[in-house]
């Protein structure tokens, strides 16, 4: 069974830093694109990082040079590095693993970014 477990959200406050972690099981996990996501009340779910396997990455330009996605193989767990937090950070946050058509969710973790 193929398990995305999210943890590392909350309350911040603008400026601030956080560090989400996703932990995966029941996959090969060096072999999967790993990516985090997020979704704000009324908006549409968004890429924010994702991480190949070879370790090329890739940023939305609105966390470019704020967040950084990385990536522990020998832990199966993919971290996000959030730094200079702004309120418009506010979000449910998703890890996602990909290879092929094989596309896995976690449940989401909430981060509140407070001015």
């Known amino acids: 069974q193929v398990q995305l477990v999210e943890s590392g959200g909350g309350l911040v406050r603008a400026g601030g830093s956080q560090r989400l972690s996703c932990a995966a099981s029941?996959?090969?996990?060096?072999?999967?694109?790993m990516g985090w996501y997020r979704q704000a009340p009324g908006k549409q779910r968004e890429l924010v990082a994702a991480?190949?396997?070879?370790?090329?990455?890739n940023y939305a330009d609105s966390v470019k040079g704020r967040f950084t996605i990385s990536r522990d193989n020998a832990k199966n767990t993919v971290y996000l590095q959030m730094n200079s937090l702004k309120p418009e950070d506010t979000a449910v946050y998703y890890c996602?693993?990909?290879?092929?058509?094989?596309?896995?969710w976690g449940q989401g973790t909430q981060v509140t970014v407070s001015s």
């Open positions: 991480i190949l396997r070879g370790g090329s990455t």
């Open positions: 996602n693993a990909e290879v092929g058509t094989l596309v896995y």
């Open positions: 029941g996959i090969t996990f060096s072999i999967y694109t």
